[in-house]
């Protein structure tokens, strides 16, 4: 049973640039979140997908967007990329009726902002 | 704003002893807690939880303990194995289940077992 899975697990991108995150979620969940870590910190809340809408969303600004596709994988897009962004970005899925606040991270995809 | 506090960075334990990981919170509208733990290199993984209903859960070597008058809760680790040694994430939500609960975390606490 495939846990949930992000890729790339590292990137490098300059300032300005965009860059597209992929998660596919554990097998049977259906809600996607994801999360930023920045070094030191604990992961913060950017936004949460479930039936392919956004339904919760973090303060982070619109250079945050997301997408939920039919199976249930997601993908992060940040555009015009800062050197602040650089960061590991978490995925976590739940199944949604039984949700207890109890997510499914995936490893990370580490973005360094040169 | 930090609303779900560690104000303890790092905690070294011997093994076999008790580790004691500390975790304060502000938003009184918080009614679900849990620990995560992470290692290098790996997503976090999810250890316990405890409604606000409780005032402690127990789940082998680890119990949660929840003071809401405090607003603190702590995770108990007995006995404490050098396999524990990790980063430690408190978090809240504000609701227990449902599709839209968010978690808020901690900054982390490093606890090291020494053999």
């Known amino acids: 049973d495939a846990g949930v899975t992000q890729s790339p697990t590292h990137l490098i991108k300059t300032r300005g640039q965009q860059v597209t995150l992929r998660c596919s979620p554990k097998?049977?969940?259906?809600?996607v979140s994801w999360y930023q870590q920045a070094l030191g910190q604990g992961p913060q809340f950017i936004f949460q997908?479930?039936?392919?809408?956004?339904?919760q969303r973090g303060n982070f600004p619109d250079r945050f967007s997301g997408h939920q596709f039919p199976n249930y994988s997601s993908e992060l897009n940040v555009n015009a990329l800062l050197l602040g962004d650089s960061a590991l970005y978490l995925c976590?899925?739940?199944?949604?009726?039984?949700?207890?606040?109890?997510?499914?991270f995936g490893e990370g995809s580490r973005l360094t902002v040169l | 704003d930090q609303q779900v506090k560690q104000n303890s960075p790092s905690l070294s334990v011997q093994e076999g002893r008790i580790s004691i990981l500390n975790c304060d919170y502000t938003n009184s509208m918080f009614d679900y807690f849990l620990w995560y733990k992470k290692y290098p290199a790996e997503g976090p993984t999810f250890l316990i939880s405890?409604?606000?209903?409780?005032d402690k859960n127990e789940d082998g070597r680890f119990t949660v303990f929840l003071n809401k008058s405090a607003k603190h809760l702590s995770l108990h680790i007995v006995p404490s194995q050098p396999g524990d040694s990790a980063v430690y994430f408190c978090?809240?939500?504000?609701?227990?289940?449902?599709?839209?609960?968010?978690?808020?975390f901690g900054t982390g606490t490093l606890l090291a077992v020494q053999p």
């Open positions: 097998s049977g969940h259906d809600t």
């Open positions: 976590a899925s739940s199944k949604n009726v039984l949700n207890t606040g109890e997510l499914f």
């Open positions: 997908y479930y039936e392919e809408e956004e339904r």
């Open positions: 978090a809240a939500s504000p609701n227990y289940g449902g599709a839209t609960n968010k978690l808020i």
């Open positions: 405890i409604s606000s209903i409780k």
